[in-house]
């Protein structure tokens, strides 16, 4: 499905924590299917499969060049999962399967951006991870990675083009990246991208409110969110935000946790439907949540970037638990995946339920409604500056163009729609950098380009209506 606009400039300097998830898609739902009762038979084997044995006997015994046997099985296990035409069900082959592993778990030294294939190359999926390579590169959603250290992406696997990015820490990799119609390069330093899904503070106005910001739901996220609340408590804290706003998704078990400590026992949270129309549910309980309830006012944010889990929770607490969601309307994926090895490291993740709101509603390609809309200011929306080449005086182009947009929007006396870099543009552009002990040249480079960058993100959440709505909201039942 497509969106008008998908992720804000924002999210790009504060952004979600995965990496390569590999999910066919901006979101993903996994867990172990192992469910109170077998909802569906296994298929008995198809006589027709002997086609596939008769053609991979013929080719082994009879091709002229050359066969890697594991390459024709592996290739004819992901051909009948893409023959489902399903972007959540894929087969995994050992490399692909280790980085699904790794993106739910531990840490790992890399450029921290998603990885997903879109049109057999390799693309940005969202926002890269908070003070990463990627992130500092000024990389976004939807970018095409056409080339890695000048070797052509087209034709190779996502787990070959990863491989390649990745690297030990303080390692150089060089990017061929095209977004639009603009293709420029990006030279980064790898480094070691932590996995950290949750963070919390007390709100800055209002030191009552515990901010807590969940970035995906990892093997930890659970303990994670319980420590945060703890220790938002003891500094004070009588109501939270929960911020989810380009979270999209993870495990089943970890966003079921969560929600059963925001809801009382016996509380809906979430229903599932089976490929036969068989449908069950699953409630709250202290043997879910362990005992650990929030009983506090609490409110939560979302937008087109939440997806899979982060809809499961949002759904279960305004259906189930009466609380206030807020920002635009979300992703849309009502799909749950299982993950099943294949007779040894490979795996296949195949798509076996339907998940249903509290209420029965399917919300896949429709995504959730917010109880209130809230968005970020438009120009939250602009996109980072191409760092391809140092622009100046003379230049004229849809990144200057952009260029222009941005120093309007702190302020500066530009024209925002005007392509051409200005004296105005130069005069801006000065301002930045003397204010910002940068070498005053008035001309782009990476390092004024960062800077421009950090000085949007700083306005944009200084105007972030979604959270200031959250916050009048909490304050309103203190």
Same mark, same amino acid.
């Given at each position: 499905?497509?969106?008008?606009?998908?992720?804000?400039?924002?999210?790009?300097?504060?952004?979600?924590?995965?990496?390569?998830?590999?999910?066919?898609?901006?979101?993903?739902?996994?867990?172990?299917?192992?469910?109170?009762?077998?909802?569906?038979?296994?298929?008995?084997?198809?006589?027709?499969?002997?086609?596939?044995?008769?053609?991979?006997?013929?080719?082994? *015994?009879?091709?002229?060049?050359?066969?890697?046997?594991?390459?024709?099985?592996?290739?004819?296990?992901?051909?009948?999962?893409?023959?489902?035409?399903?972007?959540?069900?894929?087969?995994?082959?050992?490399?692909?399967?280790?980085?699904?592993?790794? *993106?739910?778990?531990?840490?790992?030294?890399?450029?921290?951006?998603?990885?997903?294939?879109?049109?057999?190359?390799?693309?940005?999926?969202?926002?890269?991870?908070?003070?990463?390579?990627?992130?500092?590169?000024?990389?976004?959603? &939807?970018?095409?990675?056409?080339?890695?250290?000048?070797?052509?992406?087209?034709?190779?696997?996502?787990?070959?083009?990863?491989?390649?990015?990745?690297?030990?820490?303080?390692?150089?990799?060089?990017?061929?990246?095209?977004?639009?119609?603009?293709?420029?390069?990006?030279?980064?330093?790898?480094?070691?991208?932590?996995?950290?899904?949750?963070?919390?503070?007390?709100?800055?106005?209002?030191?009552?409110?515990?901010?807590?910001?969940?970035?995906?739901?990892?093997?930890?996220?659970?303990?994670?969110?319980?420590?945060?609340?703890?220790?938002?408590?003891?500094?004070?804290?009588?109501?939270?935000?929960?911020?989810?706003?380009?979270?999209?998704?993870?495990?089943?078990?970890?966003?079921?946790?969560?929600?059963?400590?925001?809801?009382?026992?016996?509380?809906?949270?979430?229903?599932?439907?089976?490929?036969?129309?068989?449908?069950?549910?699953?409630?709250?309980?202290?043997?879910?949540?362990?005992?650990?309830?929030?009983?506090?006012?609490?409110?939560?944010?979302?937008?087109?970037?939440?997806?899979?889990?982060?809809?499961?929770?949002?759904?279960?607490?305004?259906?189930?638990?009466?609380?206030?969601?807020?920002?635009?309307?979300?992703?849309?994926?009502?799909?749950?995946?299982?993950?099943? &090895?294949?007779?040894?490291?490979?795996?296949?993740?195949?798509?076996?339920?339907?998940?249903?709101?509290?209420?029965?509603?399917?919300?896949?390609?429709?995504?959730?409604?917010?109880?209130?809309?809230?968005?970020?200011?438009?120009?939250?929306?602009?996109?980072?500056?191409?760092?391809?080449?140092?622009?100046?005086?003379?230049?004229?182009?849809?990144?200057?163009?952009?260029?222009?947009?941005?120093?309007?929007?702190?302020?500066?006396?530009?024209?925002?729609?005007?392509?051409?870099?200005?004296?105005?543009?130069?005069?801006?552009?000065?301002?930045?950098?003397?204010? &910002?002990?940068?070498?005053?040249?008035?001309?782009?480079? &990476?390092?004024?380009?960062?800077?421009?960058?950090?000085?949007? *993100?700083?306005?944009?959440?200084?105007?972030?209506?979604?959270?200031?709505?959250?916050?009048?909201?909490?304050?309103?039942?203190?």
């Amino acid at each position: 499905m497509k969106h008008k606009r998908q992720v804000p400039f924002h999210e790009y300097i504060i952004s979600i924590a995965c990496v390569a998830f590999l999910a066919g898609g901006s979101s993903y739902i996994y867990f172990d299917y192992q469910y109170k009762k077998q909802l569906a038979q296994s298929p008995t084997q198809s006589s027709d499969l002997k086609k596939v044995d008769n053609l991979y006997n013929e080719i082994v *015994s009879n091709y002229v060049g050359k066969v890697d046997e594991k390459k024709l099985v592996d290739g004819a296990l992901k051909g009948m999962t893409e023959a489902l035409d399903d972007p959540y069900s894929t087969y995994l082959n050992e490399p692909e399967a280790d980085e699904l592993d790794q *993106s739910l778990a531990g840490s790992f030294e890399g450029i921290g951006a998603t990885m997903t294939m879109t049109d057999d190359l390799p693309t940005v999926a969202q926002a890269p991870i908070e003070g990463s390579p990627a992130a500092k590169a000024g990389m976004k959603a &939807n970018d095409t990675i056409l080339k890695v250290d000048n070797e052509e992406t087209k034709g190779k696997t996502l787990a070959e083009v990863v491989s390649k990015i990745r690297g030990k820490k303080g390692t150089e990799v060089r990017l061929t990246v095209k977004r639009g119609q603009e293709t420029f390069e990006l030279k980064l330093t790898r480094d070691t991208i932590p996995i950290e899904t949750v963070k919390g503070e007390l709100d800055k106005t209002d030191r009552s409110i515990g901010s807590i910001k969940i970035t995906s739901f990892g093997e930890n996220t659970y303990k994670e969110l319980q420590e945060t609340i703890k220790k938002l408590r003891k500094e004070g804290a009588l109501s939270f935000v929960i911020d989810l706003r380009q979270n999209p998704g993870g495990l089943l078990d970890q966003v079921e946790k969560m929600a059963s400590m925001f809801l009382k026992d016996g509380k809906t949270i979430i229903k599932f439907e089976d490929k036969n129309g068989n449908t069950s549910e699953d409630v709250a309980s202290s043997q879910l949540d362990g005992g650990f309830k929030v009983t506090e006012p609490t409110v939560v944010l979302v937008d087109e970037g939440s997806a899979s889990a982060s809809e499961i929770f949002a759904a279960a607490l305004k259906e189930s638990g009466n609380k206030k969601i807020i920002g635009t309307k979300t992703f849309g994926k009502g799909t749950v995946q299982t993950v099943k &090895n294949l007779n040894g490291k490979s795996e296949i993740k195949l798509t076996v339920l339907k998940w249903l709101t509290p209420k029965g509603e399917w919300i896949h390609e429709k995504g959730l409604e917010p109880t209130i809309k809230a968005d970020y200011p438009d120009y939250a929306y602009l996109t980072p500056i191409s760092r391809d080449k140092t622009l100046k005086i003379g230049d004229s182009s849809s990144v200057v163009k952009n260029i222009n947009a941005l120093l309007k929007a702190l302020d500066y006396d530009v024209n925002a729609n005007n392509s051409d870099y200005s004296e105005q543009t130069k005069a801006a552009v000065s301002a930045i950098q003397s204010a &910002n002990n940068l070498p005053s040249t008035g001309e782009v480079d &990476n390092e004024t380009a960062a800077q421009i960058e950090l000085s949007v *993100s700083k306005k944009i959440k200084e105007n972030d209506q979604a959270y200031d709505t959250g916050i009048k909201e909490l304050q309103k039942g203190n």
